[in-house]
């Protein structure tokens, strides 16, 4: 049953991408130069948002993310159905691409064939941070990290709580965590709100109540009325967070889907 879950939300995901990234690249554009360094992503999906990263003219004049800027990148998605898209983008981006044999054998003859050698490793991981028991070793033995991003996956985390004190103990100190997510509407007159666009928030959060259970079913666990950049903001071990909100009227979907984004440093 979850393999047929996993296959309906890739073929799912292939149209709502796009439709997502039409409505977060101006955000993601904003906080993806935070990104550094030995980089770990939590459920990057088809990872479309590498090419927001820095990047440089190669010496066959490819344009490749800049080996200066990002060492290593290790990507932790439970589902194998988005493996396909997520080797394509790593490739197109002018990553060496590399499976994680022990969380996913399937993966053994599957990666980068021809590679250079100024080319950034960027492994694919089967598996989540929900718990510390069941962290990848994979994951575990690449760490400290220097960022760790999540762009729109804590919102389906089991316990998102547990999720982020992972990642706090993963991240080296002084190392960021880079974040984009839905979140609840925040309460009106709250400072962090950038654009506001003269949403009702109390109605649309009332909504979104609502809403969760179904979406949560529907779409792989998410959950929209989650106050994700306040639960980050106040777990122990960071030196500071920052973060804004936004209230997007693109359509009647983003209205249900308001959006925290910032970088929390973790203390040295």
Known sequence: MATV????FKTLWIVESERNNIKVDGYRKMIWPEITGNVLELGPGFAESLRFLNHVTASDGSYV???????SYTALEPNAFMYGNLQK???TNGFCVEYDCKSYPEGADAGTHASREDMVPFRIVRGTLDHASTIPQAVLDNAPYDTVLTSFSLCTA???EATIKNIIRLLKPGGSHVFIEHVRQPPPGDERVVEDNNVNAVLWGKIQDWLTPLWALAGHGC???RRTGETIAKMDGWESVEYKNVRPVIDLQSRVMPLSFGKATKAR
């Open 5 to 8: 879950y996993d296959w309906m």
């Open 65 to 71: 993310v800049d080996p200066h800027t990002i060492t």
């Open 89 to 91: 983008n790593a490739e």
């Open 158 to 160: 089991k316990d998102p």
């Open 223 to 225: 959950h929209i009325n």
